[in-house]
T-cell receptor, first 114, second 113 residues
Framework: GAVVSQHPSWVICKSGTSVKIECRSL??????MFWYRQFPKQSLMLMAT?????????EQGVEKDKFLINHASLTLSTLTVTSAHPEDSSFYIC??????????FGPGTRLTVL | DQQVKQNSPSLSVQEGRISILNCDYT??????FLWYKKYPAEGPTFLIS?????DKNEDGRFTVFLNKSAKHLSLHIVPSQPGDSAVYFC????????????FGAGTRLAVHP
């Protein structure tokens, strides 16, 4: 149990385009979903916290207009990277929780912006 | 300012021996600590956690020790197996922090035969 999926697993896009990443909890309802990004050989940095039906809470330094988060249901959250640029290339990972301290992580999405 | 620090970027251990992964923190308001294991191009998987009111938690081959006075915790894996080779992240949750995880930089463990 407690499986989280992400789609796509990797994406390559041109600079200036937008990319949507989906995060789904497959066998449980997630009260909260988190979005992280990881640069090579670095730690996971929390970008935002998303609760179903409400606006996401962004961490300091994360542009909410660039990284749009929609948490439409208890099993789906989406992250849209708008007007992507090469510096947005990274590994994006979501996690989901049912309210406990334990977060279940998705497999991640590798974004490459040309 | 890094609140959770893993100062050893890598560790190499022989199969069957003990692996000890260390983590230091600066914020005394952390009330939970967790260890995650991560393979390349995959999301982290939860290993073990410990509450700040405890000093030890054990689960099979994995034991986490917490020294609050030193603001230090460690993950012991014994016996180490080749399948344990991965990056291990220490993470902490602030009291009243809505379960947001603050991660260390990770330690790459290599278990060789």
């Amino acid at each position: 149990g407690a499986v989280v999926s992400q789609h796509p697993s990797w994406v390559i896009c041109k600079s200036g385009t937008s990319v949507k990443i989906e995060c789904r909890s497959l066998d449980f309802q997630a009260t909260t979903m988190f979005w992280y990004r990881q640069f090579p050989k670095q730690s996971l940095m929390l970008m935002a916290t998303s609760n179903e039906g409400s606006k996401a809470t962004y961490e300091q330094g994360v542009e909410k207009d660039k990284f749009l988060i929609n948490h439409a249901s208890l099993t789906l959250s989406t992250l849209t990277v708008t007007s992507a640029h090469p510096e947005d290339s990274s590994f994006y990972i979501c996690s989901a929780t049912q309210g406990s301290i334990q977060q279940f992580f998705g497999p991640g999405t590798r974004l490459t912006v040309l | 300012d890094q609140q959770v620090k893993q100062n050893s970027p890598s560790l190499s251990v022989q199969e069957g021996r003990i692996s000890i992964l260390n983590c230091d923190y600066t914020n005394s308001m952390f009330d939970y600590f967790l260890w995650y294991k991560k393979y390349p191009a995959e999301g982290p998987t939860f290993l073990i956690s410990i509450s700040s009111i405890k000093d030890k938690n054990e689960d099979g081959r994995f034991t986490v020790f917490l020294n609050k006075s030193a603001k230090h915790l460690s993950l012991h894996i014994v016996p180490s197996q080749p399948g344990d080779s991965a990056v291990y992240f220490c993470a902490a949750i602030l009291e009243g922090g809505y379960n947001k995880l603050i991660f260390g930089a990770g330690t790459r463990l290599a278990v060789h035969p």
